[in-house]
């Protein structure tokens, strides 16, 4: 369990955190409102699924969390069905993400 103000972890049978004296959530629950409040940004953005997960292959290596998002690009005035895949990471490796990308593009 884990207390969504100070993220101190406590053991099952505690409910309330001492400290702060708010409801305890699972760790479930606490990802998930980390990722809502979470900035994510966008560091880059292909049309190759293959590239894509080849770019967070690597950030993941970084230890960099990345997101793969697949947006169909049907609002586009182009023939075919092209897709927009936009990686994601959180704003405070962002810079380092860019710098890898940047490293593996030009390799
Ligand atoms: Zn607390």
Not at 24 to 36: K, Q, Y
Not at 48 to 73: F, H, P, R, V, W
Not at 91 to 107: C, F, G, H, P
């Amino acid at each position: 369990m884990i207390c969504p103000k100070c993220e101190n972890e406590y053991a099952n049978n505690v409910e309330i955190c001492p400290i702060c004296l708010q409801e305890l959530i699972s760790e479930d629950a606490f990802e998930l409102l980390f990722l809502r409040k979470t900035n994510w940004v966008v560091v880059y953005i292909t049309s190759e699924i293959i590239q894509a997960t080849m770019i967070k292959d690597i950030l993941e290596n970084e230890g960099i969390n990345a997101i793969i998002l697949n947006e169909q690009s049907s609002s586009f005035p182009i023939p075919g069905d092209l897709s927009i895949i936009k990686i994601k990471v959180r704003e405070e490796d962002s810079d380092n993400a860019m710098k890898l990308i940047d490293q593996m593009i030009n390799e």
